[in-house]
């Protein structure tokens, strides 16, 4: 009885785990399908920042399920030629079909964890934001006035802000936009009282002013604040994302002609987050061929490829910041391409150390000097200059944004001497540094006038 009763017992234990092995397929395969509805409504719901922070980790969620699936693909090939339902050789077959479509599914996942890094720091770094006049007595001057603000103003939050307290990955800081909280807390009527700010010795102001605001400070004009982890505010997506057009916002974005867009979405990112307080000021002269050949010749990724799309990203541009100028555009175009030349990894460096925004302690420091408005202006409209020139030469490193080598070539540019604050050995320093990052004077000095 018990040799009968054995084949019979034996078949039973493998049918059920055929099944066991079956329904772990579906259950991989249902949330597979869940995973790609999610990440659909939260575009559809505007939840960029839970959107673009769950793709940071989306080719580790694929190598999971991917793993779940083999394991259980593989025992129930193994029952089913226990049962002898198939021959060896098929299943040979369906291991190599079953190997290719894994592959298939996890390799683009895992070849876009770079761009998805870079997108993120693109999109999410620190911002540059006008504060409206009559908001900015209520700037505090630390970033712990910017958290009692927050604790003290609950407002209601962008849904490109919002991050579930379930998310692990969820970032700690303020949530909230900087103009949210600063409108919330004047309509309550109330500030803090602030001590007006003591004088220097050439008698100009020079501390107490609110953390992070580029200088000047003029009374009834608007404030250029610099937000975001410095002053405890956390990493999120910039609100511009909702004008992205939706297929740039896939792992591999492109144009319908199917040229590459990568560099045109993180050129996207940057601009939606530094344009300051009049962008149609900057300046940018590659509009000529002479200046374009320079500025790519003495690029330290020459021969720059990406070169050949700057029809197509011209014209986006174009489209998107066209009524800012030409100059604007011509800033922009050249910013998409570089960013296309530029490894992935290079330019999430460059980001990580805020190279795409105007140098804050240098413009506090040149007013501190002595710096006129009008000088700051021109240190302001050069900027985007001086990180075009940045991103081209950058190769690694601490880098630095050729500021004053910019600021000098706008003053010979204008017909005005260069002033005397400028003149001092603490920034003949920055020159001589500036100078040295560029590659040697005559690097420094060809990329500068050409783009200036």
């Not at 989306?58 to 129930?76: E, N, P, Q």
Request: a positive charge.
């Amino acid at each position: 009885m018990w040799c009968n009763s054995s084949p019979f017992g034996l078949h039973s234990v493998f049918t059920d785990r055929l099944l066991a092995s079956v329904t772990v397929i579906l259950f991989v395969l249902l949330l597979a399908w869940c995973g790609n509805v999610l990440l659909e409504s939260l575009k559809r719901a505007s939840l960029f920042t839970l959107y673009f922070d769950i793709t940071l980790h989306w080719h580790l969620w694929r190598s999971f399920l991917a793993a779940i699936l083999a394991i259980a693909c593989f025992h129930g090939l193994l029952d089913l030629v226990e049962l002898g339902l198939i021959p060896w050789p098929t299943v040979a077959i369906v291991l190599g079909l079953l190997c290719t479509g894994i592959y298939s599914y996890i390799t683009p996942a895992w070849a876009d964890v770079q761009y998805m890094r870079t997108r993120w720091a693109a999109w999410s770094g620190m911002s540059r934001t006008a504060i409206a006049p009559p908001l900015v007595p209520h700037l505090p001057q630390t970033r712990e006035g910017w958290e009692k603000v927050a604790s003290e103003y609950p407002v209601k939050m962008n849904p490109v802000e919002k991050v579930p307290a379930w998310w692990i990955f969820r970032a700690r800081g303020i949530r909230a936009d900087p103009t949210t909280l600063l409108s919330a807390k004047a309509r309550a009527g109330l500030t803090y009282p602030q001590a007006a700010p003591p004088k220097a010795a050439h008698g100009r102001p020079s501390r107490n002013f609110p953390a992070n605001t580029y200088r000047p400070i003029v009374p009834s004009t608007a404030a250029s604040l610099l937000w975001g982890e410095q002053i405890s505010f956390s990493r999120r997506v910039s609100q511009a994302i909702t004008s992205l057009p939706p297929p740039y916002l896939s792992s591999s974005p492109s144009l319908p002609r199917g040229v590459p867009a990568q560099g045109l979405v993180l050129a996207f990112g940057i601009l939606a987050r530094n344009k300051g307080l009049a962008p149609a000021t900057l300046v940018c002269n590659l509009t000529s061929q002479s200046s374009l050949r320079v500025f790519e010749d003495y690029s330290a990724w020459y021969p720059r490829p990406a070169k050949t799309l700057r029809s197509y990203f011209q014209q986006e541009m174009e489209s998107a910041f066209g009524k800012l100028g030409p100059a604007y555009v011509s800033a922009a175009t050249e910013l998409a391409l570089i960013l296309a030349d530029v490894p992935s990894a290079i330019v999430l460096e460059w980001l990580g150390h805020n190279l795409e925004h105007q140098d804050l302690a240098l413009n506090i420091r040149a007013e501190e000097l002595g710096a006129t408005e009008e000088e700051l202006s021109r240190i302001y409209r050069g900027h985007y200059a001086a990180k075009l020139v940045s991103l081209n030469r950058y190769q690694g490193g601490q880098g630095l944004r050729p500021e004053m080598l910019v600021f000098d070539a706008m003053c010979r540019r204008e017909g005005v001497e260069i002033p005397e604050w400028a003149m001092g050995e603490e920034m003949a320093e920055r020159r001589r540094r500036e100078l040295v990052w560029c590659g040697g004077q005559e690097i420094a000095e060809k990329l500068v006038m050409a783009v200036v």
